[in-house]
């Protein structure tokens, strides 16, 4: 199997704009990616606090929350024959939404400047890839 950079580029932009280019998250679906009882884990301000505490203080605690993943400006690149022989730059696109209306509803959105990189093995025609990276791609001086 062969793709070209600017194949994969193509495809990338192609899939962009479409709905699987979207990764959407609410507590049923959490629940059911993981193959737990449905409830298990909880989708709220708190319950993700300890590692994104900011939704916490804009939405308030134990509100239920969605978010929607997506990305733009996907761009590939390879480097064969080397531990990381793919390299990935988007834009992720983050969108929190308090879809209840909890203290005045709304939603936080934000883009992030990411980098991906990996190793990517064909297999009896089933691609396998280990992620060896998964940066976000920000100046130092902003964190």
Same mark, same amino acid.
Request: net charge negative; glycine share 4%.
């Given at each position: 199997m062969a793709v070209s950079e600017a194949a994969a580029n193509c495809a990338a932009k192609q899939l962009e704009?479409?709905?699987l280019g979207n990764f959407?998250?609410?507590e049923e679906n959490l629940n059911e990616f993981l193959?737990?009882?449905p409830g298990t884990l909880k989708?709220?301000?708190s319950s993700i606090a300890s590692n994104i505490k900011i939704f916490e203080e804009i939405f308030g605690p134990?509100?239920?929350i969605e978010i929607d993943l997506s990305y733009r400006d996907m761009k590939f690149s390879f480097a064969p024959d080397t531990d990381i *022989?793919? !390299?990935v730059e988007y834009i992720l696109q983050m969108r929190v939404i *308090?879809?209840?209306g909890n203290n005045g509803g709304g939603q936080f959105y934000d883009e992030i400047p990411m980098q991906l990189g990996g190793k990517v093995e064909l297999h009896d025609n $089933? $691609? !396998?890839g280990e992620i060896k990276y998964l940066n976000m791609n920000i100046h130092e001086k902003y964190g």
């Open positions: 704009g479409s709905p959407f998250m609410n193959y737990l009882t989708m709220t301000t134990n509100v239920p *022989d793919l !390299h *308090d879809r209840w $089933i $691609i !396998h």
